[in-house]
Nanobody, 122 residues
């Protein structure tokens, strides 16, 4: 299984950015796909997750209303649209896959990508 993230870069506060994650080697629609992030010196934080079978998405409190997760099952790709970026959104963003149908922010994720770095300047 491979998860490959892309799209991270340096942006200014208030900008928008879209991250992508392409998955291979797994039954994509049968997995919940999620995004997590980890800032320097901080614990990994749940950002968002979306089911591949039912119309259910979950968001972390700090990004709800600003970030949107979506997926294209035909292309084995999950996206994270980030609007209204803030300096506190600076982190390495990781894509992850869970062998389940319903997203669970605190659930187990079985596969992880290498991460893509997002830096938001003030």
């Amino acid at each position: 299984v491979q998860l490959v993230e892309s799209g991270g870069k340096l942006v200014q506060a208030g900008d928008s950015l879209r991250l992508s994650c392409v998955a291979s080697g797994l039954h994509f629609s049968g997995h919940v796909m999620g995004w997590f992030r980890q800032a320097p010196g901080r614990e990994r934080e749940f950002v968002a997750a979306r089911s591949g079978r039912v119309d259910i998405s979950k968001y972390g409190d700090s990004v709800a209303g600003r970030f949107t997760i979506s997926r294209d099952n035909a292309k084995n790709t999950v996206f994270l649209q980030m609007n209204g970026l803030k300096p506190e959104d600076t982190a390495v963003y990781y894509c992850a896959a869970a062998r389940t149908i319903i997203p669970n922010p605190s659930g187990r994720y079985d596969y992880w990508g290498q991460g893509t770095e997002v830096t938001v300047s003030s």
